[in-house]
Structure formats: C-alpha cells, structure tokens
C-alpha cells in the first residue's frame, strides 16, 4: 500500500485509535499519565498546526461570507449542549457530583479535536478553526454563567489565562502553518498527508491521560456515565446539524456546526472541576468523571459521524 494511501487509512481509523489508548489506560494508566501539563498544551499547539497546514489565505477571505455559519453554531454550542447536560443529568437521575461535571463538561466551548474531524468529514476547516476560537474566548463568561446558572455554582475562569493559551494553541500555530503552506508549499505538500495522522495521535493520548487519571473513578461509575456522556454527544452532533439545516446552511457548514456544537474541550472541563469542585470529605473531584469520559467519547462518536459524512462525498447543497 503507497504510503500516502496507508497514513489516509490510519486517521480515518481516529475511534480504534481513541478507543484503543483509553482502554489501554485503563488497565496501565501510568503508561499515559505522563502527557499532561505542558505536554497537553504543546500536543494542542502541534494539532492545530497540522490543521494550519491544510489551510490557505484565500479560506480565511472566505470566512467573510459565512457569518451566519459561525453566530448559528455560537448560538447552539452555548444552548443546545447546556441545556442537554443539565436535563440528562435529571433524567437519568446521575449522583449531584456527576450531574454537576456532566453541566460542567457541556458548558465547555468547543474541542480543537473538532478541528481534526471536521477534516476527516471534509467539512470546513477553516470555519471549525474560527467557531472554535470564539466559542473558546467566549467561555470566559459563558462557561462560569451557564454553569452557575444551571447547577447553582458559579466557576470562576481565569479569562486572561484562556485568552493566552487559546492564542498558544489555536491562532499562532494555525497562521504559523498558513505561512509554511504559502511560502513554503512544496515540502508543505510532501509532509500533507502524515500532518492529520500525528494530530490523531496526539487526540488520542490527550484522551488516555485523562483517562488513567482518573481510572479507578471512571471504572466505579463507567455505566450510568457512559449513557449519560453518550446521549450528551449524540444528541448534540444531531440537534446541531439539525438546526443547521432548519437554519438553512449549506451541507458542509451544517456538518461543521453539527462537530464544534457535539465535541467539547473536555481538558478545560477537568482542570475547572480539579480545581472547583473537589469534594471536601474524601478529597477527590468526582465532577471531573464525566469530562473525562466525555473526552474519549465525543472523539467516538464524531469520528463515526465524520466517517459517514466522508462517505457521501462534499456535496455542495
């Protein structure tokens, strides 16, 4: 098999990859806790670069004829997964810790993983890229008032701490690999094909991490999680692409709303609730669970919507 065709083949293969590394964490999660910290930043920094790389100047001139894209999707990541996490939470009558993480984690702006699955659905890249970046400034408000608002707790955010890191992560390595495909597009293309794969990689680790570091709680609480963790994501891929569509968006602009409003940044999730929300008697943030799963399944589940959405094509209706 050519080696561009072997490196397509293992990116698509993004939820074996997934599943694979957490359920290895689970049973050695010491073979993963080591990614974390400044790793998870870097590792962040090296998935938007690759997707930098994909992108070109003449995209960005095009985000111009797409505003109602980006404020439709702002909209519905800000409301549809909120108002899923706080319902599911009593409907399935989840413990008060876990329904706390389970608002907490869908009060959250949009994952960058998003950005990687958008490319596997051959959606919008470039329009991923800029709704992830609002969604994630704006959860300096959003994500402490949604929360207090919803479960009674306000979560302060440290908005100057978001606002440099989401230019770490997301601005300087996506116009840094803009500027590499420009001015150096020959040995850009010839890297092109393995740049997705590594960012696959590096998902999946930032995945494991989490997951081994919070093994034994996951293991404890792994059924009534799983269900709740699955139905947040699942409804929220749905109801965005719905709304999309009602909304009349184009079908690659549905499928990108659809991504950014069911993936969410599950790393900020755990670090606010490692930080908010640790139970005062054993010691332990138990809210942090649910992102944590939530880390690996909305991967899943988006790398499943991703696959099918690839094999219809780019249609442009």
Known sequence: MPLPRLFA???????LWVLTLCGAALVVPDAFTWFRGPWIVWGL?????????????????????MPKAVAVGF???????????????????LPTEYAVGLVLVACCPGGTA??????????????????????????????????????????????WGLFQSTIQVVFIPVVLGVVLN????RPVQRLLPVAPLVSVIVIALICASIIGQRVDEVKASFGPLLLAVTLLHLFGFSLGYGLARLLKLRERSARTVAIEVGMQNSGLGVVLANKHFINP????????????????????IGSIFAAWWRSRGETKV
């Not at 083949?9 to 939820?15: D, G, K, N």
């Not at 409301?79 to 996490?85: F, S, Y």
């Not at 420009?182 to 597009?185: G, L």
């Open 9 to 15: 083949w293992l990116t698509h293969a993004f939820p």
């Open 45 to 65: 920094a090296v998935i938007m670069l690759g997707m930098g790389v994909t992108l070109t100047l003449e995209d960005f001139r095009g985000i111009k004829t």
């Open 75 to 93: 909209v519905a990541q800000y409301t549809i997964m909120p108002l899923l996490g706080w319902g599911l939470g009593w409907a399935l009558s």
């Open 114 to 159: 998003s950005n990687v699955v958008t490319f596997i659905a051959k959606a919008d890249v470039c329009l991923s890229v800029v709704m992830t970046a609002c969604s994630t400034l704006a959860a300096a408000v959003m994500t402490p008032l949604l929360t207090a608002t919803l479960v009674g707790t306000r979560v302060p955010v440290d908005a």
């Open 182 to 185: 420009r001015y150096f597009h």
């Open 281 to 300: 008697a054993s010691g332990v943030a138990l809210a942090a669970v649910p992102c944590a799963i939530s880390a690996a399944m909305h991967s899943v």
